[in-house]
């Protein structure tokens, strides 16, 4: 297990993806080191199996099932979420030593609206966002920092200043490395939030 290493369970959906920046921004601001299921596309590998793989590295893991509305074209909600959470918290109650040292963070829109749909969590600390971005960034950051104990970072509101500043920016990165903004992939994301974070000397 990595001690560093922050395994990320949010939706990956159109609508949600500035929020999901906003998470990876501010994990890797923090000093951690983003994990999730996009990090590799290995047709060979199995979901599953990569999600197992990846929670059993990360020391650290930060969920939000707030998305929880029927899919518009199936009309059912997406259990991914829940279900990874599901894992993650199996994995602190009946892996090895190391696992059962891993910290959790769940993240709802309201703090007990969970109660409605996964009520078998009820009794764990809930962080609410309310939907706004600024209120997420603060959360994962404040808990980030209460973990690292680590000099220099800022909080959460200058967190949510330097992430704005940056999508600002991110469409001239883009065209610095001849990437469309559409095609940018999780790697290539962190890797321009980490050179913008620390420039190479």
Not at 57 to 63: E, P, Q, R, Y
Not at 64 to 86: Q, V
Not at 147 to 152: C, E, L
Request: a neutral charge.
């Amino acid at each position: 297990m990595n001690a560093r290493d922050v395994f990320i369970n949010c939706p990956f959906t159109d609508d949600y993806t500035d929020n999901f920046r906003a998470i990876v921004f501010t994990v890797l601001r923090s000093g951690f080191v983003p994990r999730c299921a996009r990090e590799h596309d290995d047709g060979g590998e199995v979901r599953y199996d990569k999600i197992c793989r990846i929670i059993g590295d990360c020391a650290f893991g930060i969920h939000d099932i707030s998305k929880t509305e029927p899919d518009a074209g199936s009309g059912l909600p997406r259990f991914n979420m829940p279900f990874e959470l599901g894992l993650f918290l199996g994995a602190t109650k009946f892996g090895l030593k190391n696992d059962r040292a891993k910290k959790t963070m769940i993240l709802d829109r309201e703090k007990y609206r969970f109660q409605r749909f996964l009520s078998d969590i009820a009794g764990q600390d809930i962080h609410s966002h309310d939907g706004k971005r600024e209120t997420l960034i603060a959360k994962v950051a404040t808990w980030l920092r209460e973990h690292g104990r680590q000099v220099g970072i800022p909080g959460g509101a200058a967190i949510a200043a330097e992430f704005h500043a940056f999508t600002t920016l991110l469409p001239s990165f883009c065209k610095a490395l001849s990437l469309d903004p559409a095609e940018v992939t999780f790697n290539d994301y962190t890797a321009m939030v980490a050179n913008w974070i620390s420039p190479p000397s």
